[in-house]
């Protein structure tokens, strides 16, 4: 970002020293100090809980919206909502002020949509896929190829359906206008709000010009909405349905998430069955059924009522914060893509190689989230294993993601690997003719080299930014990348030697391990208890 300070660490200059000079030159990051007050009263377990850098992962959870939530249900009788009781009528309300909540979070006029509660964003991109009335030869499925497995799933409904499936490359997902395929008469346009692997920001503006197309539109929104604010009333109607999970949001409650979708586009679909909660009146034996309208449609049985009550107090605590969010963010990726690429081996190698965003330079928060995909290396050049990586991160109590995150198309495309993926012959059929069963995978393996090792192997090491970060969570990721700085190996031999032994441990004896080796951000005291440990664990008998 240009309108910030250049900053590096200094030739043997501490980590500590680096964020100190840092904080100085940024006078804006002591504005984002109500973050830090909400992380002193709301995350205090955070300073006995390592360092937390997955917030594309999972959201955390602010204490009070957990202590909240418990004293309404410890104080209050809930029945099931299909009812005209007290208790089913107190839970229908509830419920009410969880769909209004999240219109007013999505800034979206209750007039034009509704809202569907569902498992989790997974479950709302599949009431579209199973519903969506595609037809073969004249309707288009168009994705991103920067997409989540979730996303990608829905080629399995409109190929069915006999419709054309085509992927947008990654850069043309942040263009300013979108070039519908040749000879499309329309169908369904989905975007990437914010790419969990890479980053990267879909152009919302994308979702105007696929409607001026003849497409309806489709937004991803699950790792955008958790720290950036979207107006679906500013958005002007482009966006017919958008899907989310509250856990990504807030962190709390897991096990719901909705579908935000205009009346008129639910009112296309064609649901291909029907479920207690969602039908008027059925006959049976006889074949007739009538199905309610509106968000009772598509909420299959009875909706997850006791946690939606949690709700909209947590959108409340979250959109409170997102304006500060919007400063404190890009302050912490530019410290830390900064500080990683100022790391160098004593041969003058890179220690990590930025994938997305490739460099400081490129980073810019209307483009980009607050999140780093990045391999590290060795002093040869050669990548260390991601997981190698995320293992030891958990032994130093730094929560890291690492693989290929569930985005085949972003992962591939940042490290090279698309030709290969491409080129593989992948058999969903064994040799017997049966769909996706474990003869299947084996035979693919057998079929293509390579490709059992780059599924356990492949990926990235990712970390992300959210509501409670602090400067201090960077300063500790890039104290622990240090700890790789002229390293050949991917694991020091302490944790290899003690880690076939973990193996054979009953899960008493792990969790007693786990405490011994609880916290300690630098190596030497990680590799002190590790050798300390290895002593107990080679001198006690083993237990399946």
């Known amino acids: 970002m240009s309108s910030l300070t250049p900053f590096s660490i200094g030739s043997g200059e501490t980590v500590a020293s680096a964020t100190k000079r840092f904080v100085a030159s940024h006078p804006t990051y002591l504005e984002t100090s109500p973050i830090d007050e909400l992380r002193r009263r709301e995350f205090k377990r955070l300073e006995g809980g390592g360092v937390y850098v997955d917030y594309t992962g999972a959201g955390l959870y602010p204490e009070s919206l957990v202590h909240d939530h418990a004293k309404i249900l410890a104080t209050n009788v809930f029945g099931n909502p299909h009812s005209a009781s007290p208790s089913s009528m107190l839970s229908s309300t509830y419920v009410h002020a969880a769909r209004i909540a999240v219109l007013n979070f999505f800034d979206a006029d209750p007039e034009e949509y509704d809202v569907v509660f569902t498992p989790n964003a997974s479950g ?22 920067d997409a989540h497995n979730s996303v990608n799933g ?52 994308l979702l105007a010009d696929a409607k001026a197309r003849g497409y309806d539109t489709l937004l991803d929104a699950a790792a955008l909405a958790p720290s950036t604010a979207i107006s679906l009333r500013s958005l002007n109607g482009s966006v017919d ?145 991601p997981h190698a990586v995320e293992q030891r991160a958990s032994t130093a109590n730094i929560h890291v993601r690492a693989g290929c995150l569930c985005n085949p198309g972003a992962a591939s495309c940042l490290l090279g690997r698309a030709k290969m993926l491409n080129d593989w012959e992948i058999h969903a059929q064994d040799s017997q003719g049966n769909y ?7 035979e693919s393996y057998a079929a293509n080299e390579h490709m059992e090792r780059l599924i356990r192997d492949e990926g990235v090491v990712r970390i992300s930014f959210g509501l409670a970060s602090a400067i201090s969570d960077a300063a500790a990721f890039v104290d622990f990348s240090r700890s790789f700085l002229d390293v050949d190996t991917a694991v020091p031999k302490e944790v290899e030697a003690v ?41 006690t008998g083993t237990a399946h």
Not at 436 to 442: C, E, G, L, R
């Open 241 to 385: 349905a958008l899907a989310i999970s509250l856990y990504k949001l807030i962190g709390y409650p897991t096990g719901v998430g909705c579908l935000v979708a205009r009346k008129e586009f639910l009112a296309k679909l064609r649901k291909p069955w029907f479920s207690g909660g969602s039908v008027l009146i059925v006959q049976s034996p006889s074949m007739g059924r009538l199905l309610l309208d509106g968000h009772e449609r598509w909420e299959d049985g009875t909706v997850n009522f006791l946690s939606l009550i949690a709700v909209p107090r947590g959108l409340q605590i979250l959109n409170n914060h997102l304006p500060i969010m919007a400063k404190r963010l890009p302050l912490l990726m530019h410290f830390t893509l900064s500080s990683l690429t100022s790391l160098k081996h004593a041969n003058g190698a890179p220690l990590v190689e930025l994938h997305s965003p490739s460099s400081p330079d490129a980073y810019s928060p209307s483009d980009h989230g607050a999140v780093i995909s990045m391999s590290f290396l060795k002093p040869s050049g050669g990548r260390v294993p």
């Open 436 to 442: 996706d069963t474990p003869a299947s995978v084996k």
């Open 124 to 145: 709302a991109l599949r009431i579209i896929g199973e519903s969506y009335p595609f037809v073969k030869g004249t309707s288009d499925l168009v994705l991103p190829l």
């Open 499 to 539: 880690a076939p032994k973990l193996r054979t441990k009953t899960a008493a004896q792990v969790e007693i391990i786990r405490e011994e080796i609880q916290p300690t951000r630098r190596r030497s005291g990680v590799l002190a208890k590790l050798r300390g440990l290895q002593r107990r664990v080679l001198s």
């Open 154 to 205: 829905l080629r399995e409904f409109a190929t069915k359906a006999g419709a054309k499936v085509d992927y947008m490359p990654i850069e043309v997902a942040s263009k300013q206008r979108f070039e519908a395929p040749s000879e499309s008469a329309g169908g369904l346009f989905v975007l990437t709000g914010q790419s969990n692997l890479s980053g990267l920001k879909g152009n919302l503006n």
